[in-house]
């Protein structure tokens, strides 16, 4: 069947099927040349491709293999043997999960044979099970169980004492081990190692004292933890948020977008008495591959804090009291005429709306700059990158990283910020092949994983990259790094993929825009713009951005067609965040809206924010909880939160994606976008929007990016829809394709949880195709509108200033987001919060010896702004002259530094002791 | 404990011996185990390091290997073979005389081993890994015995020649 | 006529008993003659004319073709890997032992030799970690082997460069595994892996390996002396030339024999090892290792010939060792302290392994300690068809190595020959051990 001297391809192409994926091991399976095979499996022919796994074939065509070790999204290990079938021509017993498939291949997965080592693997693996299922939160939806049931044997033969295990016994504070209950697959040791690259966990022992351990000392900390307790196919590990809270049978479900980050993994929520209680990753191929951070599978918890605000209030006597929602909405608007007639829309500003849904967004901006009339309007904080870049650069996708030439990370740590998609620029450097080139001022969660890493102090990320950009664009000579850089590319074809962020705070926004505009000078360059903040893209796309309109269009050039859609627009380009908390600082600024946003915390320069905030007119919060930013608010009205509301969501790529609702809000909180719909009726302009899909509808009928993308599209589409759909159009896969044989939440759980159920592939091909033509020619022409405008390009031509130079002595601040920070959603999670880290100043092992201090030592840290004590140590992944601090980590203190009007902050360090 | 100065060099050269440094655990191990008399957590994380990998992978493969003692044990390892061939030949009751006999004795770790290939000389045991074949109940205690008097000098706890 | 030990890989230690090992003796013997030799050969010739033509078939206990397993590296991928198998752990195999310990330089020849026709560069020798005086020796003849030029830079002048590194185990029976082995040398767990790939294509570090055991290596450097073609002139059919039996438990004269391959079971253990002691009868024997299913005494005229013993007997003879049990032996004790062995040393990479060891071996303990059930043999047998379909010889197997097959060896064993025994017993409910047991 298999030819010995069959040797595998050195080069592992994109797009590889899964036998040719390295293991720990790193050995690929043997295949044939590519192309396709036929082969019959109980008794009926099917096709595949060469190299694909007999259980995933099998799978694919309706056959259902038992097993436990195999995971479609992990290199095969066979520990198992579950999955034991009869195949013609070989001798004994064949593993499904590790063979790959032959043409002419003759498979029994029923015959005699076959049940009885089915059977005879399940009474083994069931000898020294526990059997606690009653007491076990797997009970219910368990694959043992299901498997036994399906495949298993009766009864047991074993009369002796089973396996004895101290538990449970915790290995993070998220995860509990049961040891009894393990069946020793290795999901879970795989996943941390192969697919996560933190192998905290490991098998220890052996034989049947095989245990999974972590090391004396050294939990389970990865961010992706909660990953292993979805896929493990026992109770073995639990999650301590989730432990006891609900019955499997209790639950309900809703598939939706996870929006702690950008990169909006699937999910499928789950609730049990109107109460949140699970988020379980939904396998999507374009988007997150079925796995999810820690972070954002517990960030529920924050929707039933203690702390929401769960009616609207108005400052009466100086305090925030409870009132009416019409009160408080009168009280709003009554702020808002005040201010548009005494000092005209200028004077009026919004900020924020990147936690909200598109609709939230489109609202938020219509009635902004539709009906208050003022372009003041950012959903960034002056951490991000401005829209005019965002929005227009070349994009790419992430599903385009597997295929790219190379792949460019320029500044985040992804890792930190956009955990998800770390793991997928890990896979595509480390599995896939794909060279991978890091810009960053530190080493960071990739770098292990990069082919090549380039440092550069803060303020120089922007020369760094042209020179990248030259060397790539084949200009070699001048600078080794770019030419080490360059040489990776040599005799790869595509795209060049950039993924880019801040990775710098405390460096100007110029820096990202030079670095962004220098790289895209390559013709073969696309962009992913990462920040962090959930619904940023959306927000921006949808017009919560200085100078732009809904669907990527900038108020110039959508004057005509808003002011044909809306009534009227801003006459003239507005302030950025910047620009808004300088105005308001210096009191031009009469009535504020914040709309869930909290610039006390969040902006890096926390003076300008604090003057601002302390100096603005009339603040409207528009919010679910009372921040440092919104205690101040003159009257607060209560949102409902992710979970609480349905939608659409934008993620860095530009997917659009539903977030559904799965419980109704403790009190009377409403949806953003309805509090926007309210004001506008009081300030004389009737939305007529009633449900979120009137307003998707008219999202796709009037901004340009999102032709097309309505509610039907929304609900039928698996893997929601890339803006502007035109291009994507061949990404588009509407309805559940593959009907999932099995609704175990431990197998990778398919797409289309609550698509429209079809009845057959044939007709949703049909529908799907009918669907495509109807939305590349559905540009709404309403009679007598102006023709739509372009979407907004970035050409570039922005550049920075170099910095100043560094005298001997100073530091050069460092300042990046960590994923479990201060915001919201780790501070009102009982289970997030306790995660968060002290603040520690990380200098290089130099400069500590420069300094003359020990590692825990306390130092006094001054810059230009402010000054701060705290506690520093050595850390050999900072480079000498700077100095890194986690941005927004409760007690850093780090925006008492940063001054948002100057390029770099260099940081005095002196010891204390 | 961590390495000493000394086997901290030689432990450097024993990962350059390897095409990749992961390789170099076992012997790693050993050596940390020789100086220090067990296999400490201090040693695997510091094997860690030098290998490039996690401590808990580490502990992973060290916990596979039943040379690797992961607690303090005796001074003098006696290692009684039970397998076959020395059970149909007395092994069994040196075993659970030796066992007897130093229960108390902290410098002595007795265990109970599978086959020791030295079947031509059944029963077997080791003491810090020496053979010694053809033995009773009463010839092992005397050697066990010798040993502890400095009569024999026993190898290290994982058999190198001090 | 009496039959006498052929002694060909045992030579030199049975005559220089008193420094075999060193490299002075070595030398004095006509040591490193044939890499001498061979350095001017082409790599091909060693292959096919030497090793190929002499029938050699590996002496770990699969008995597969050496020349064969060589020829299935791929062609044109390097670097390439020798890793030599001297984790000798199979229960009453002490044949490397001896090899390593007193003619190490032997092994040290076999393995340049080797590398030389495979056109590795690093060799790796794996040694079991409880040989210290073997590895001492080993490690020792390394460092001569350098200082003389014989392994290192440009060997003997030659071009061909070589390094040797001797590897310690750390006690794990299943590092002996081929693919165990090389996880083990990774740095793993020594977890056997899938096959395919098979270590001639993806071995160590994913790269092209060949992994032989330490007597297969020791008879190499015979192999160019004698000659391919004359060394397959000894031994009968398919089974070539000279193997090293061990020969154990109740018999006068336990040890190493070197025979030709051929002769019988009754010549090896009668003549040779003097036969049962203290004028007892033999109960049965076990033919190559704790692997292998058992014989009895009827079967004792039968060659040493691997083929025949696994197509008639329907055992094999493994690892060459041979346990002689006499007529006071209680046959599931035996069967109970070999399960004992197996659950311990299991990886537990496969179920059926790691379950159905871990459960032989509390029934067979129960059934040995006189707390059988009438039901147990059946039991067993039905279970463990989970880890052997069919339970027929040849064994199939449902786990990735081995082991799976060889922990129902003893099971089946009593099944065929102690059947009414062994269900006595169980219905008695009053079976003794013959022997004490302390352990359990």
Redesign the interface.
């Known amino acids: 069947m298999t030819d010995v001297n069959d040797v595998p391809k050195v080069e592992r192409p994109p797009g590889v099927p899964m036998s040719q994926w390295p293991s720990a091991y790193e050995y690929v399976l043997p295949t044939g040349a590519p192309g396709t095979v036929t082969l019959t499996i109980d008794g009926r022919e099917v096709k595949a491709q060469t190299g694909d796994l007999l259980i995933k074939v099998a799978q694919d065509h309706g056959t259902y293999i038992p097993r436990f070790c195999y995971h479609e999204r992990m290199k095969p290990v066979g520990m198992c043997r579950m999955c034991l079938v009869e195949v013609e021509g070989m001798r004994g017993m064949q593993i499904s999960c590790a063979t790959v498939v032959a043409d002419g291949m003759v498979v029994h997965t029923q015959s005699d044979a076959a049940r009885q080592a089915q059977d005879g693997v399940l009474e083994l693996l069931l000898i020294n099970h526990p059997l606690d299922c009653p007491v076990c939160d797997r009970g219910g939806e368990c694959p043992l169980q299901d498997t036994t049931l399906a495949f298993g044997p009766g009864e047991s033969r074993f009369v002796e004492e089973k396996r004895h295990w101290e538990k449970p016994i915790p290995i993070s504070e998220l995860v509990l081990l049961d040891r009894e209950r393990c069946i020793q697959c290795g999901r879970c040791t795989r996943f941390a190692?192969e697919i996560a690259g933190?192998?905290?966990?490991?098998?220890?022992?052996?034989g049947a004292h095989t245990e999974v351990?972590?090391?004396?000392?050294?939990p389970f900390t990865s961010y992706f933890s909660g990953n292993t307790v979805q896929i493990c196919p026992v109770g073995a590990l639990t999650a301590t948020p989730y432990r006891f809270r609900a019955r499997p049978w209790d639950l309900s479900a809703v598939e939706t977008s996870c929006t702690t980050c950008s990169v909006h993994c699937r999910g499928a929520l789950e609730s049990s008495s109107n109460r949140l209680v699970r988020l379980l990753g939904v396998d999507s191929e374009p988007v997150n591959h079925g796995w999810l951070c820690d972070k954002g599978r517990f960030g529920y918890e924050v929707v039933h804090s203690e702390d929401r605000v769960r009616h609207p209030m108005v400052r009466k006597n100086g305090e925030l009291v409870e009132c009416s929602w019409p009160e408080a909405l009168d009280v709003a608007a009554e702020g808002l005429k005040r201010a548009l007639e005494l000092n005209g829309p200028k004077s009026v500003a919004l900020l924020g709306g990147a936690r909200g849904t598109n609709e939230d967004a489109y609202v938020w901006a219509r009635f902004a700059k539709g009906v208050v009339g003022t372009d003041n309007v950012d959903a960034q904080l002056g951490d991000g990158i401005p829209a005019e870049v965002a929005l227009g650069l070349p994009e790419a996708t992430i599903a385009d990283l597997d295929r790219a030439a190379a792949i460019v990370v320029v500044g985040l740590d992804l890792k930190e910020e956009v955990p998800v998609l770390y793991l997928r620029v890990k896979r595509a450097a480390e599995e896939l092949g794909v060279p991978l080139i890091e810009l960053a001022p530190r080493d960071q969660g990739l770098t292990r994983y990069a082919s090549t890493s380039i440092r550069s102090l803060p303020g120089e990320q922007g020369e760094t990259a042209r020179r990248l950009a030259d060397a790539l664009g084949g200009a070699r000579g001048t600078d080794a790094g770019a030419d080490a850089a360059a040489a990776l590319l040599e005799g790869r074809a595509g795209d060049i993929v950039v993924v880019l962020g801040r990775g710098d705070l405390a460096e100007s926004a110029a820096s990202t825009v030079r670095a962004a505009t220098e790289l895209a000078r390559l013709p073969q360059a696309r962009f992913i713009v990462a920040l962090r903040r959930g619904n940023v893209r959306g927000a921006m796309d949808l017009g919560l951005a200085p100078g732009f309109l809904p669907g990527r269009v900038t108020l110039d050039a959508g004057r005509e067609w808003f002011g044909h859609a809306w009534g009227s627009v801003p006459a003239t380009v507005g302030l950025d965040a910047e620009g808004i908390l300088r105005a308001a600082e210096q009191g031009r600024i009469h009535a504020l809206m914040l709309l869930g946003t909290d610039p006390h915390d969040d902006c890096p320069d926390h003076a300008l924010a604090e003057g601002a905030l302390n100096a603005a007119g009339f603040t409207i919060a528009i919010d679910a909880f009372v921040t440092d930013s919104t205690k101040r608010a003159d009257v607060f009205l209560p949102v409902t939160m992710w979970g609480e509301k349905a939608g659409s969501v934008t993620n860095l790529e530009g997917r659009v994606q539903r977030v559904g609702q799965k419980v109704s809000p403790d009190g009377t909180a409403m949806p953003d976008w309805r509090i926007a719909a309210e004001l506008a009726l009081r300030l004389g302009v009737d939305f007529d929007l009633e449900q979120p899909e009137e307003v998707q509808d008219e999202i796709a009928r009037v901004a340009p990016a999102y032709t097309g993308i309505d509610s039907t599209l929304l609900r039928r589409a698996r893997d929601g829809a890339v803006a502007p759909v035109a291009d994507h159009r061949d990404e588009l896969v509407l309805g559940p394709v593959s009907i999932p044989l099995t609704d175990a939440r431990w197998e990778p759980i398919r797409p289309g949880l609550d698509a429209v159920e079809l009845e057959d592939a044939k007709t949703a091909n049909d529908e799907a195709d009918a669907l495509r033509a109807d939305r590349l020619t559905s540009v709404a022409q309403s009679a007598g509108a102006p023709p739509a405008p372009a979407l907004h390009r970035f050409t570039g031509g922005v550049t920075d200033t170099a910095p100043p130079a560094r005298d001997a002595y100073a530091l050069r601040l460092v300042t990046g987001r960590t994923l479990y920070d201060g915001g919201i959603t780790v501070a009102a999670s009982d289970s997030l919060s306790e995660l968060v880290a002290d603040p520690v100043l990380l200098i290089s092992p130099q400069d500590r010896d420069r300094i003359g201090v020990e590692d825990g030592a306390e130092v006094r840290v001054t810059s230009a702004r402010g000054s701060l004590t705290l506690a520093v140590r050595a850390d050999a992944a900072i480079g000498t002259g700077t100095a890194y601090l986690p941005f927004n980590l409760p007690g850093s203190g780090v925006s008492d530094l940063v001054d948002l009007s100057t390029a770099v902050t260099d940081l005095r360090v002196e010891s204390l002791s | 404990m961590a390495f000493s100065d000394v086997n901290l060099t030689r432990a450097r050269d024993i990962v350059a011996?390897?095409?990749?440094?992961?390789?170099?655990?076992?012997?790693l191990?050993?050596l940390a185990q020789d100086q220090d008399g067990w296999l400490t957590?201090e040693a695997?994380?510091e094997i860690a390091v030098l290998?490039g990998?996690?401590?808990?992978?580490?502990?992973?493969?060290?916990?596979?290997?039943?040379?690797?003692k992961r607690r303090p044990c005796g001074s003098l390892l006696v290692?009684v073979c039970?397998?076959?061939?020395c059970?149909?030949?007395g092994g069994?009751?040196i075993?659970?005389h030796l066992?007897e006999r130093y229960g108390d004795d902290d410098d002595v770790t007795v265990e109970?081993?599978?086959?020791?290939?030295?079947?031509?000389?059944?029963p077997a045991l080791?003491v810090?890994?020496?053979?010694h074949e053809q033995l009773t109940p009463e010839i092992a205690e005397a050697l066990v015995d010798d040993y502890k008097a400095g009569r024999r000098t026993p190898?290290t706890i994982?058999?190198?020649?001090r | 006529m009496a039959v006498t030990e052929t002694r060909i890989v045992t030579n030199r230690l049975r005559e220089f008993t008193e420094d075999s090992w060193t490299i002075d003796r070595y030398l004095a013997t006509g040591g490193y003659d044939m890499l001498r030799q061979a350095l001017t050969m082409q790599p091909v010739q060693i292959q096919d004319e030497q090793v190929k033509a002499s029938g050699l078939r590996g002496r770990g206990g699969a008995g597969f073709g050496t020349g064969q397993k060589w020829s299935f590296l791929p062609k044109g991928i390097y670097?390439r890997y020798l890793a030599v198998n001297g984790d000798?752990?199979?229960?009453?195999?002490?044949k490397?032992?001896m090899l390593i310990e007193r003619d190490p330089h032997q092994i040290i020849e076999g393995v340049v030799i080797s590398a030389f026709a495979i056109e590795a560069h690093?060799a790796f020798i794996y040694v079991?970690?409880?040989?210290?005086?073997g590895?001492?020796r080993l490690e020792q003849a390394v460092a001569d082997a350098y200082a003389k030029g014989f392994i290192g830079k440009n060997i003997l002048g030659s071009g061909f460069d070589l390094?040797v590194?001797v590897?310690?185990?750390?006690?794990?029976?299943i590092a002996g595994d081929e693919t165990g082995l090389l996880s083990?040398?990774?740095?793993?767990?020594?977890m056997p892996r899938i096959k395919p790939p098979f270590p001639a294509v993806q071995g160590l570090?994913a790269k092209p390996t060949v992994v032989n055991n330490v007597e297969t290596m020791s008879t190499v450097p015979h192999i160019l002396r004698m000659g391919g073609e004359e060394y397959a002139k000894l031994g009968v059919g398919r089974s070539t030339g000279t193997r090293i039996f061990?020969?154990?438990?109740?018999v006068a004269r336990?040890?190493?024999y070197e025979v030709e391959l051929g002769i019988t079971f009754r010549q090896l253990i009668d003549e040779l090892a003097g036969g049962v002691r203290g004028g007892k009868q033999m109960k049965f024997f076990i033919p190559g290792g704790?692997s292998a299913p058992w014989l009895m005494p009827e079967h004792l005229d039968a060659p040493l010939d691997m083929d025949y013993v696994g197509s008639e007997l329907k055992t094999m003879l493994g690892s060459g060792?041979i346990?002689v049990?006499d007529e006071d032996?209680n046959p599931a004790?035996?069967a109970w302290?070999?399960l004992k062995?197996f659950a311990?040393?299991s990886?537990g990479k496969c179920t059926p392994c790691r379950e159905g060891s871990m459960w032989l071996e509390k029934v067979l303990f129960r059934i040995s300690h006189g707390l059988g059930r009438p039901q147990d043999l059946d039991m067993m047998l039905s279970f463990g068809s989970t880890i052997v379909p069919g339970l027929n010889a040849p064994f199939s197997q449902t786990t990735i190595c081995a082991m799976g097959p060889s922990t129902m060896s003893a099971v089946v064993s009593l099944d065929r020959f102690f059947r009414e025994e062994i269900l006595e017993m169980c219905n008695a409910g009053a079976a003794r051990p013959t022997?004490?047991?302390?352990?359990a």
């Open positions: 190692d933190d192998a905290l966990i490991a098998f220890g022992s052996r351990i972590t090391f004396p000392g050294d | 011996r390897y095409p990749r440094p992961k390789s170099a655990i076992l012997p191990a050993h957590a695997m994380e290998t990998v996690t401590p808990a992978e580490v502990q992973g493969t060290c916990s596979f290997y039943t040379m690797f290692s039970t397998n076959v061939t059970l149909v030949t069994p009751a075993l659970r066992t109970e081993v599978e086959c020791l290939a030295a079947c031509g000389g059944a080791q810090n890994y020496e053979y190898r994982s058999g190198a020649q | 670097p000798e752990g199979e229960p009453s195999t002490f490397d032992h690093i079991r970690g409880e040989f210290a005086l590895i001492e390094e590194v590897h310690r185990g750390a006690g794990a029976y083990s040398l990774e740095g793993e767990r020594a570090y061990s020969v154990s438990g109740h336990p040890g190493n704790a060792a346990m049990f032996t004790l035996i302290r070999l062995f311990h040393e990886c022997i004490p047991v302390t352990s």
